[in-house]
């Protein structure tokens, strides 16, 4: 059976601290952070306005 481990919270939480901690409790763990999910900023559309388009799916790297 496999499990599934969701982390979340405010900044300076302990997020990394108790993902450090379970990688080295847990056997065959891997960890997907939420931020390799985006695009590099240089690869980003920028709008009409000069801003980043960040609410467009294609911001989302789906190849990971």
Same mark, same amino acid.
């Given at each position: 059976? #496999?499990?599934?481990? *969701?982390?979340?919270?405010?900044?300076? *939480?302990? #997020? =990394? =601290?108790?993902?450090?901690?379970?990688? #080295?409790?847990?056997?065959?763990?891997?960890?997907?952070?939420?931020?390799?999910?985006? #695009?590099?900023?240089?690869?980003?559309?920028?709008?009409?306005? *000069?801003?980043?388009?960040? =609410?467009?799916?294609?911001?989302?790297?789906?190849?990971?």
């Amino acid at each position: 059976m #496999k499990n599934i481990i *969701g982390i979340g919270g405010v900044t300076n *939480g302990g #997020k =990394t =601290t108790l993902t450090d901690r379970l990688i #080295k409790n847990l056997p065959n763990c891997c960890v997907l952070h939420q931020d390799d999910f985006f #695009k590099p900023q240089h690869q980003i559309e920028v709008g009409e306005d *000069g801003f980043p388009c960040t =609410t467009h799916s294609s911001q989302y790297d789906k190849n990971i």
